[in-house]
């Protein structure tokens, strides 16, 4: 991606190093805006309007989470969150949150960017299907634009991260299927992430609550134990 911004938001210069020299290499173009303090890499994010945000969760003014849920509040950027916290439940707080991806320190260059190249991915794929290049979805008062990727409930906009959107989309076509987990895992986050079931989970739970919105529940996801989800029509 050729002229990218990136905000990495960490408190350890070592590590802002390694990411600049990665970056450098795999995109020569890109610029990288840092800073050590999460109340400045929320202005940042507001004023920069970076293409992907690497967000450490131990920063000295203000917990990494608080930052993830302001930066949400107003954008849905490709957040990747980079940690020496390797706890499952820190995991699943922040993809709650909105958090596209998790990466633990020490992490090695080619992890590091398979998981930033799946990231930027998903916040631009073009959608190729019928359905995508047809008719808006509509079902009751949801209402997805598969060009522009927005999604409406009753008018109002839903902020959905990118792997929301593409975890719905997913979803929505292929609507009465039962998508296995590893499936929409890999089509999501990449085949590198088929055994991240908390990802998944995460998200749908995530999805239902947003469907949930909607009085009467005209479409609902269902859990098919140990096998996916499927989207019905009620």
Not at 64 to 86: A, D, E, H, K, M
Not at 202 to 212: A, N, R
């Amino acid at each position: 991606m050729e002229n990218m911004k990136v905000l990495i938001v960490e408190d350890n210069d070592e590590i802002i190093d390694i990411v600049a020299q990665i970056l450098a290499l795999r995109w020569p173009e890109a610029s990288l805006i840092s800073t050590t303090f999460g109340v400045t890499g929320v202005e940042l994010a507001e004023k920069e309007l970076p293409d992907l945000i690497l967000l450490d969760l131990g920063l000295p003014d203000v917990n990494g989470f608080q930052v993830l849920r302001q930066i949400r509040s107003f954008s849905n950027v490709p957040v990747v969150i980079l940690t020496v916290r390797g706890d499952e439940m820190d995991k699943i707080r922040g993809l709650e949150l909105g958090a596209d991806d998790y990466i633990v320190k020490p992490f090695s260059p080619g992890e590091f960017l398979a998981r930033i190249k799946a990231a930027l991915r998903r916040s631009q794929m073009p959608e190729t299907t019928t359905k995508a290049t047809g008719k808006p979805f509509i079902r009751g008062k949801l209402r997805i634009d598969f060009q522009s990727r927005e999604v409406t409930i009753g008018g109002k906009f839903m902020k959905l991260s990118p792997s929301e959107y593409d975890l719905l989309y997913l979803l929505v076509t292929n609507e009465g299927l039962v998508m296995s987990k590893e499936m929409l895992l890999e089509k999501v986050w990449g085949p590198e992430h088929v055994t991240d079931t908390a990802y998944v989970e995460v998200y749908i739970k995530s999805l239902k609550e947003m469907l949930g919105k909607e009085p009467g529940h005209p479409l609902m996801i269902l859990d098919e134990g140990e096998v996916g989800y499927k989207l019905v029509s009620r």
